[in-house]
């Protein structure tokens, strides 16, 4: 659990939003639901977020707003994979993924002409580990299985992606969000990745190249 | 599916569903449908169980009906008691009756005209509450909120001129209310917070948080413990 809450009142006193935004934001689910954290205090029960994600989260949909409705946000902004189905030259020139990292997920799961949204956000984690330099190719090829294996167990909620390393082994584990978990001594947490937080990030890039 | 090619549901008298994908749904008597519903129209009057979430451009329940679940629709109109387990959502919900949800609510317009009770947040654009029978929220919160009393019809007149301390006397109950504009009358709740607030009669509040202005009416059944300007 985050230390850094900020309440509701300075909240809206410090990003100048009202009551009904707030109200309002939340019943299309632009803002998630686990971050109302409800506390006892001395006036009674009183709502905290998470300070820095509802900053941020705030901040962006402010900017958005001006150019999208409220529902297309929420489409965007919401951890649930949305509808759109994408060519896969297209997805290598709008520059979502590599032509190296198109060659491996070919390897391992095959190449489908139409890319759904679910093998997009695979090609696309895949693509940003091996570019990060965090990860093998050896290693994205045992990620992209673990995805395609279990991330429907996991769609629609917030998960993270991990990949740990000891003695020159590496795994790749995939948890459900906000778990606590601790490693041996010998072993190192090369990477970790927020599926939700990518998926934003995806739906965003795709919006803004014109798919979906 | 293809909306043409979903077929009605009608039951008349004593019958049985498991669910499913329809066009339009009509109970008249008890029906049960044991399982996730789908539909364009679902249109109860008598009784109704459903085992399961619905999912109902427009609903309408006019008798008694249960759904063990999540009800989700644009337009949902209650005129009998209904009860939720789960959340309730659409775009523009009519109470007309006694309204039980247990997890949150949320529309763009609430209007109710009659009881409720809902475990969770009450979250709507516009919140119009005529307070006809015990209404209780844990929160509210919303644009713009209205409660008004609606006053002793009929019945409970005659009732209450029998006994004493009838008819109860019926109030919205929240332990916080937040939204932009607020009026409230007969409303007890432990903070009521806003851009603008206005208290009306028969309200106990203990802690009052205004951005902009605040009024209170002149009346001498209102209590309010702490008032603060933010």
Not at chain 1, 137 to 146: N, S
Not at chain 2, 86 to 98: A, K, P, Q, T, V
Request: charged content about 25%; overall charge neutral.
């Amino acid at each position: 659990m985050e230390n850094d809450l900020i309440s509701k009142k300075d909240l809206l006193e410090e990003t100048g939003i009202s009551y009904g935004q707030l109200y309002r934001w939340k019943r299309k689910s632009l803002i998630p639901e686990e971050w109302f954290i409800r506390k006892s205090t001395f006036t009674g029960q009183e709502t905290f977020f998470p300070r820095d994600k509802i900053l941020a989260r705030i901040e962006k949909i402010k900017n958005l707003k001006e150019d999208a409705s409220l529902d297309e946000l929420s489409d965007i902004l919401s951890p649930a994979p949305s509808g759109v189905e994408v060519e896969k030259n297209k997805l290598v020139q709008e520059k979502i993924v590599s032509e190296v990292t198109m060659d491996l997920f070919a390897q391992v799961l095959g190449i489908p002409e139409v890319f759904d949204f679910r093998q997009t956000l695979y090609a696309y984690i895949l693509d940003k580990l091996l570019a990060s330099g965090e990860i093998s190719t050896d290693e994205g090829k045992v990620l992209l299985k673990t995805l395609d294996e279990h991330y429907s167990e996991f769609a629609g909620k917030s998960s993270e992606i991990l990949f740990a390393r000891k003695l020159g082994v590496s795994f790749c584990l995939l948890v459900s969000g906000s778990t606590q978990f601790s490693f041996d001594v010998g072993t190192k947490l090369v990477s970790r990745v927020n599926i939700s937080s990518i998926i934003e990030e995806l739906k965003t890039k795709l919006s803004n190249g014109g798919i979906g | 599916m293809d909306r043409k090619s979903r077929s009605d549901l009608r039951i008349n008298g004593i019958g049985s569903s498991a669910g499913g994908h329809f066009h339009s749904v009509q109970i008249n008597g008890k029906g049960d449908i044991n399982g996730d519903l789908e539909c364009t129209d679902l249109e109860i009057n008598g009784l109704g169980f459903v085992r399961g979430n619905v999912k109902s451009n427009r609903t309408r329940i006019s008798g008694k009906s249960t759904i063990a679940g999540n009800l989700a629709g644009k337009e949902v109109i209650i005129d009998g008691m209904s009860e939720i387990t789960g959340g309730l959502s659409g775009d523009n919900i009519e109470n007309r009756g006694m309204l039980k949800v247990s997890k949150d609510c949320g529309s763009e317009k609430f209007t109710s005209h009659g009881g409720f009770t809902i475990g969770g947040l009450l979250n709507a654009g516009s919140i119009e509450i005529n307070i006809y029978g015990p209404c209780k929220a844990k929160e509210v919160g919303g644009e713009k909120i209205q409660v008004r009393d609606g006053g002793t019809f009929g019945i409970g007149k005659f009732i209450g001129s029998l006994f004493q301390g009838w008819p109860l006397k019926t109030t919205l109950t929240a332990d916080t209310i937040e939204g932009d504009d607020i009026y409230l009358e007969c409303t007890t709740a432990k903070i009521v917070r806003g851009g603008n607030v206005k208290i009306g009669k028969g309200c106990q509040i203990d802690l009052v948080e205004y951005k902009n202005t605040f009024q209170k009416d002149g009346f001498s059944d209102i209590r309010i413990n702490e008032t603060r300007k933010l």
